[in-house]
């Protein structure tokens, strides 16, 4: 799944960006080589950084 549709990031590669040590929705995105384009991924992205990553998984696994 997308997290950032404009540069193709996904959870996973979110995650990754957080556990290698980004410090907030740029980091992210320029762990991968990117940069913000429409900025609408960033709140989704800096909410998974104060989660610690893996916020969708903690939310699937709260949901079940
Ligand atoms: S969805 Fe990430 S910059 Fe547009």
């Known amino acids: 799944?997308?997290?950032c549709n404009c540069n193709g990031v996904t959870?996973?590669?979110?995650d990754e960006a957080?556990?290698?040590?980004a410090?907030?929705?740029t980091d992210v995105l320029a762990h991968h080589g990117?940069?913000?384009?429409c900025g609408r991924c960033l709140p989704e992205i800096a909410?998974?950084?104060s989660c610690g990553g893996m916020a969708g998984t903690r939310s699937l696994v709260?949901?079940?």
Do not use: F, H, L
Not at 11 to 14: I, S
């Open 1 to 3: 799944m997308y997290v």
């Open 11 to 14: 959870r996973a590669e979110v």
């Open 18 to 21: 957080i556990s290698a040590g």
């Open 23 to 25: 410090q907030g929705p």
């Open 34 to 37: 990117c940069e913000p384009c």
């Open 47 to 49: 909410e998974s950084i």
């Open 62 to 64: 709260a949901a079940e």
